[in-house]
């Protein structure tokens, strides 16, 4: 399969993208987010007035090249970093300063994260099936058969068994430890799922699993997710619509087939045209 610029993408055995019957209600709303960072005279404005919303069930990318703002807008909304202005609601809650000392717990049953490097995001020390019981137990109060019932439903859900819940994170592959950052994200029971370059890391066959994995966990859950994302092969399999973003401002937005097969702005179809094409060969640069 190849990509709008006729470029290599990953592939993906599935369907294309289907909106959740919920789909229309949005679960997320940020309007006129502005993030500046540095002090009076060296700022530096990272997202600058941008607004968009994302409804229950529907999968929407960001994208743009590196610096475009948008993982920066991925933190915010994840509670990880805090607008100069601007407003994020979620689920109802306003959450643009943040989630407050009391309410870190209900904002963690909204909105979770996967990050690229899975390694980073894992105890090194703690078995895969502790760190999940020890989330249940502090959000759900689970114990016993109904908490080791609970690990071994989401190992399941993301393509493992119950003898991983025995393994450390460095005696796991790579796609095996995403499946379990999933699985932690999962455990919550969130209804945003916030995807910052998750499978960029991952070689292009365990790509494709991963991705499929993600399908059919939307398709089962009606989750909404956010998935930021610099690979356009990777956006079109796994989105309904798409954000391009250019220097922290909004370039162009739509459905994600119309944005990459039909691009209305310069900077769309630059990034596009980035993209290697099939028999492209790197060039020694001459000094």
Known sequence: MTDPAGGQATRVVTTAPQSSPNAGSAILTVEHLTKVFGRSGREHKAVDDLSFHLDEGESLAIVGES???????????????????????????????????GRRKDVARIVQMVFQDPFGSLDPRQKIGKGLEELLTIHFGLSGSGLSDRVSELLDQVGLDDRHAAYLPRTLSGGQRQRVAIARALALEPKILILDEAVSALDVSVQAQVLNLLVDIRQNTGISYLFVSHDLGVVRQVTDNCLVLNCGKLVESGPTAQVLDAPAEAYTRALIDAVPKPGWKPRRRVV
């Open 67 to 101: 610096g475009s703002g948008k993982t920066t807008t991925a933190r915010i909304v994840a509670g990880l970093e805090t607008a100069t202005s601007g407003r994020v609601v979620m689920d109802g809650l306003d959450v643009t300063r943040g989630p407050r000392t």
